[in-house]
């Protein structure tokens, strides 16, 4: 059984920071790609940022310059800084993973179950 636990979200101040992490845990052969997203209330939920491989980053136009995203390999866990955030930013954050339960096996898509972040003044 794969289990993503999110953890870092809160209430914070326009200009503030935040970082959010995703833990991984359970039968993993590897995994391919590690990826934020947000759904803020009456919104469809929308990718924030991802990485694959450990490596190759990518992200949604309105966060680029202030939200990092990064990896711990070791610890299959990603983490998301955020900086410089705004009331619009307020939303739930979601972690999802594609990884693969044995090596060379089909990969899965895993969600976990959100974390609130709130900028408000």
């Known amino acids: 059984q794969v289990q993503l636990m999110e953890s870092g979200g809160g209430l914070v101040q326009p200009g503030g920071s935040l970082r959010l992490s995703c833990a991984a845990s359970?039968?993993?052969?590897?995994?391919?790609?590690m990826g934020w997203y947000r759904q803020a209330p009456g919104k469809e939920r929308e990718l924030v940022a991802t990485?694959?491989?450990?490596?190759?980053?990518n992200y949604a136009d309105s966060v680029k310059g202030r939200f990092t995203i990064s990896r711990d390999n070791a610890k299959n866990t990603v983490y998301l800084q955020m900086n410089s955030l705004k009331p619009e930013d307020t939303a739930v954050y979601y972690c999802?993973?594609?990884?693969?339960?044995?090596?060379?096996?089909?990969?899965?898509?895993?969600w976990g179950q959100g974390t609130q972040v709130t900028v408000s003044s």
């Open positions: 359970g039968s993993i052969g590897g995994i391919n790609t």
């Open positions: 990485i694959i491989n450990g490596e190759r980053t």
């Open positions: 999802r993973a594609l990884l693969f339960l044995r090596i060379g096996g089909p990969q899965y898509q895993y």
